[in-house]
């Protein structure tokens, strides 16, 4: 029988969804659609003093941006919710029981002043101080007091944890889809724990318990997490429960220098490192996204789809549908992955170029609209000749201000490069010429003005370059010859006579 695929992305609402995380809930995604498997969303919610209000909805927002939507999750029930876990926390005290019961965990009374003291002393040797086989004999717990004092001390209601009982002298093999074979000494393991003085289970507890309940194939999160893969697959042993796939993706490093990428590299080199805009509650600071800078989510998508992961070949364009064919958990990288903000931006290019004319005519429209401007002009042909040089759609207007307004202002450079003495004279009689073009079509306009140049022998320089600062304000822009017989006969001469009154 062939196995239900099913993953999960388990963030923790401590707080807008950083670009690491969409890039785990990306490969979770497109694992579970290749296998026609279920890509679940469960939120991790047990440590209420980190919660932050609203980071939930942002979380769904994000995915639905990036149309990774999950099929089961919050308000989505598949038949194993809740999937929250402040929302099955009676669930979890059963099992820490279970593992007391079978040897595999124990109750822990030492006192948090105990334990800072101990790690204090520790330090003060230069030490560290790691609960486990070593001197857990020596410390509070079940394992070292008599049955009797662990009975009354429960019965008296003595604040406890539970801690997972690490083996000791052996040596585990444990198997990663992405870096192979692991081999971990149990000794340096610490006895972690599972469950805590106030009735909530760990992280470990509940991810553990939420995944063998959840049915969850393949566990892909980020690399922060190698660390605790030797506990979780103890715990699973312990439970005698199957144990997942696991698949630790390579950290999101820093552009320039050490370390993972950070809010702070983005607020200092002005990108986004969150997929939407950000307004913390609680001091009302915004942090910008994707979405908000101009970019489409299929590049973003994209974009992060390489950052840890490439197909082997040439091609870096690629669609959801593609990613979701071709993505290959088996050639993701061990080694971090450095962010580019400028790969980004020619992912955001790249797809832009992608989209179809009468899309962008739409968003075109709307900016015009906005800028009150009401034009005759078909904004298609304008695009198809602005669209490769536009990497954003505000960049459309950058980039043909001039279809729809004559310039009022004239760059500097430019003039002095090309407005010279006889300048005027020449533009005067150009205005004759094509006074007298009765099919004022590019191609006609194009024949004609070349054809008076040539006649008389001076450089297509000298007119061309005056004739573009009038139309355009500056020496840049599309086929002069496009925009002439766009904006028509009428408004090209009366530019070229403005232009001659001004400079
Ligand atoms: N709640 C953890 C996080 O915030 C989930 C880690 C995991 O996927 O196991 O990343």
């Given at each position: ?401 001039f279809?729809?307004l004559s310039p009022t202002e004239y760059?500097?450079?430019?003039v002095?490069?090309a407005w010279k003495e006889d300048t005027p004279n020449l533009m005067h009689e150009l205005t004759r010429i094509l006074e007298d073009i009765?099919?004022f079509?590019?191609?006609?306009v194009?024949?004609n003005v070349?054809?008076w ?9 000298k007119i061309m370059m005056p004739l573009r600062i009038a139309l355009v304000g ?6 002069l010859?496009?925009i002439a017989s766009?904006i028509g006969k009428k408004e090209t001469i009366k530019r070229i006579e403005n232009t001659i009154e001004k400079l």
């Amino acid at each position: 029988m062939t196995q239900d695929i099913r993953v999960r992305f388990a963030p923790s609402p401590t707080g807008p969804l950083h670009i690491g995380g969409v890039r785990t809930a990306l490969f979770n995604y497109l694992f579970a659609k290749q296998n026609n498997g279920t890509f679940i969303l469960r939120i991790e919610d047990t440590d209420q003093n980190r919660y932050v209000k609203g980071a939930e909805t942002y979380i769904e927002n994000a995915l639905n941006w990036c149309s990774i939507p999950f099929d089961e999750g919050p308000g989505k029930d598949g038949g194993f919710g809740p999937y929250r876990q402040s929302e099955r926390k009676h669930l979890y005290k059963q099992y820490a029981d279970q593992l007391i019961q079978n040897g595999a965990a124990y109750y822990a009374f030492d006192t948090p002043e105990t334990l800072d003291t101990l790690r204090k002393e520790n330090e003060a040797q230069g030490k560290t101080f790691i609960y486990n086989w070593q001197n857990r004999d020596q410390l509070t717990n079940s394992l070292s007091l008599s049955n009797e004092d662990v009975v009354s001390k429960l019965n008296s209601n003595e604040p406890f944890v539970i801690r997972f009982k690490s083996p000791q002298n052996e040596t585990l093999h444990l198997s990663d889809e992405i870096r192979g074979n692991i081999k971990i000494d149990t000794n340096i393991l610490d006895d972690k724990i599972l469950f805590k003085s106030d009735g909530m289970p760990t992280y470990h507890l509940a991810n553990i318990v939420d995944d063998h309940l959840m049915k969850i194939t393949h566990v892909i999160r980020g690399e922060e997490w190698l660390p605790s893969l030797a506990l979780h697959v103890l715990l699973y042993k312990a439970f005698d429960w199957e144990i997942p796939k696991f698949a630790h993706l390579p950290l999101i490093l820093k552009p320039v220098g050490k370390g993972k990428l950070s809010k702070r590299d983005g607020d200092k080199m002005g990108f986004p490192v969150f997929p939407l805009q950000w307004t913390d509650p609680k001091t009302n600071e915004t942090s910008s996204g994707y979405k908000e800078a101009g970019y489409l989510p299929e590049a973003v998508v994209n974009m992060l789809s390489f950052l840890g992961w490439n197909p082997g070949t040439e091609q870096e364009i690629y669609s959801l549908e593609e990613l979701i064919k071709e993505f290959d958990i088996k050639r993701v990288n061990k080694a971090g992955a450095k962010f580019d903000p400028e790969k980004a931006k020619w992912f955001q290019q790249q797809h832009l170029q992608q989209q179809d004319t009468a899309t962008l005519s739409k968003q075109f429209e709307a900016i015009l609209s906005e800028k009150n401007i009401a034009t005759s002009l078909h904004l298609t042909t304008i695009i198809d000749v602005i669209k490769e040089r536009a990497t954003f759609v505000n960049d459309l207007w950058d980039l043909s201000h001039f279809y729809f307004l004559s310039p009022t202002e004239y760059d500097e450079k430019a003039v002095k490069k090309a407005w010279k003495e006889d300048t005027p004279n020449l533009m005067h009689e150009l205005t004759r010429i094509l006074e007298d073009i009765s099919d004022f079509s590019e191609e006609n306009v194009s024949n004609n003005v070349k054809g008076w140049i040539k006649g008389k022998e001076i450089g297509f320089g000298k007119i061309m370059m005056p004739l573009r600062i009038a139309l355009v304000g500056s020496l840049q822009g599309p086929d002069l010859f496009q925009i002439a017989s766009l904006i028509g006969k009428k408004e090209t001469i009366k530019r070229i006579e403005n232009t001659i009154e001004k400079l």
